[in-house]
Nanobody, 120 residues
């Protein structure tokens, strides 16, 4: 079993910064892609940023230039630095990982989510 635990959410002023973290624990052969998604109540979950094991990144247009995703493979951690946040960034942010749990068996895992609220 694999667990993803997010931390770092909270209330932040417009224009401010915040760092989200995700720690993975459990048993696996390898963690492949990791990413951050977010969801506003009543709307579909959307991709914010993803990062491959080798460090290749992909960002949603809304995140480009403001957010930075990073990971430490040796520590099994994932981070998202949010800068210049705006009220429309308010959402529950979820950590996501594609995990090779056995030979040729990959499974998707999600964290429980952490709330980010941008408000003055």
């Amino acid at each position: 079993q694999v667990q993803l635990v997010e931390s770092g959410g909270g209330l932040v002023l417009p224009g401010g910064s915040l760092t989200l973290s995700c720690a993975a624990s459990g048993r696996w052969i390898r963690i492949d892609d990791m990413g951050w998604y977010r969801q506003v109540s009543g709307k579909q979950r959307e991709m914010v940023a993803v990062i491959g094991r080798g460090g290749t990144t992909n960002y949603a247009e809304s995140a480009k230039g403001r957010f930075t995703i990073s990971r430490e493979n040796g520590k099994n951690t994932l981070s998202l630095q949010l800068n210049s946040v705006q009220p429309e960034d308010t959402a529950v942010y979820y950590c996501y990982a594609v995990v090779l749990v056995a030979t040729s068996i990959r499974r998707d895992y999600w964290g429980q989510g952490t709330q980010v609220t941008v408000s003055s």
